[in-house]
């Protein structure tokens, strides 16, 4: 195939008058070179990774049109030994203990700063920016879910106020099984049905490792018939089980939102834009027998 000067000098010499020139390039890998061309947008853009959060759809959720929500949680139950008895004898006793409960509710903001050419130029950019604040903050809002310490502005988590389960011993299948078995039998012994289970993905990995084949886990994931949520906001060596529903609850005071401004600071000189995502919840937990934790060495 013929150069492009080859052909530009062949066109010229068929007609001299031309100004404007058709011409066939052969696609080789190269350098890029870079210059003063027009260049054009790509209208696509290819997101970072995300890895599916499930935690909160374990959750019950509510809302809240208030500033803070006040619960009743449940502490202990002292009974006597309930069965029939004679005619005039004392009837068996039985007392529930509660505590009141007030969580704030809490904020969880993000923001950044883009060109307006760039918002402008990318039609897929917009709907980009929306999915990855978006994600951002429900990365923060499941890590508040389990491990906030309670101290304001931070949720009380599950790992909080969950009950530890005895370490697994003698056991011997993978230590992350073995502990999770542990912490199931825990919360059936004080008569709650677990219906989730939080691992970290390493320890997750591993444990499929040893397993040679993933026997007990399906997709979508679940472990011996209940969903597993894989979050790296767990901790590795450290999983939790659960009766999620009823006895914890995401009451959702502002539903994840992103804005945009143009007035901050001297962003309208710039030609830059700020974008900015928050959303606002609190969150209770009625039981906290209802879950158990443990740790292992993975």
């Known amino acids: 195939m013929k150069t492009p000067g080859e052909q530009i000098c062949a066109a010229l010499l068929e007609r001299p008058e031309r100004r404007r020139f058709d011409i066939t390039l052969e696609r080789k890998a190269g350098p890029v070179l870079t210059g003063p061309a027009t260049t054009e947008s790509i209208e696509q853009v290819v997101p970072g990774p995300v890895l599916p959060l499930r935690l909160r759809a374990l959750i019950p959720v509510g809302r809240t049109v208030g500033s803070g929500i006040t619960y009743l949680r449940e502490t202990s139950i002292t009974s006597s030994p309930v069965k029939p008895i004679a005619e005039g004898a004392v009837k068996p006793l039985t007392d529930l203990t509660y505590e009141s409960q007030q969580k704030p509710v809490i904020t969880i903001p993000a923001y950044m700063k883009i060109s307006t050419q760039a918002w402008e130029d990318f039609a897929m950019f917009q709907s980009w920016i929306d999915s990855r604040m978006l994600y951002a903050l429900s990365l923060a809002e499941e890590a508040q879910l389990l491990n906030g310490n309670g101290v304001a502005p931070n949720l009380e988590g599950l790992m909080l106020v969950a009950i530890a389960a005895p370490a697994a011993t003698g056991g011997t299948g993978p230590p992350l099984l073995d502990n999770v078995a542990a912490g ?7 008569d709650y049905t677990p219906d989730g289970i939080v691992v970290n993905p390493g320890d997750l990995g591993k444990t499929l490792a040893a397993m040679g ?10 472990l011996w018939g209940l969903p597993l949520v894989v979050s790296k906001a767990m901790a590795s060596g450290s999983y939790l089980v659960g009766q999620f529903n009823p006895y914890c609850q995401i009451f959702d005071r502002e539903d994840a939102k992103v804005d945009l401004a143009d007035e901050n600071q001297d962003d309208f000189v710039r030609n830059l834009l700020t974008i900015r995502a928050e959303e606002r919840l609190a969150f209770a937990i009625y039981q906290p027998g209802a879950f158990a934790k443990g740790t292992f060495t993975p």
């Open 213 to 222: 084949a993933p026997a007990l886990i399906s997709g979508p994931l679940t």
């Open 184 to 190: 199931l039998a825990a919360v059936y012994g004080r």
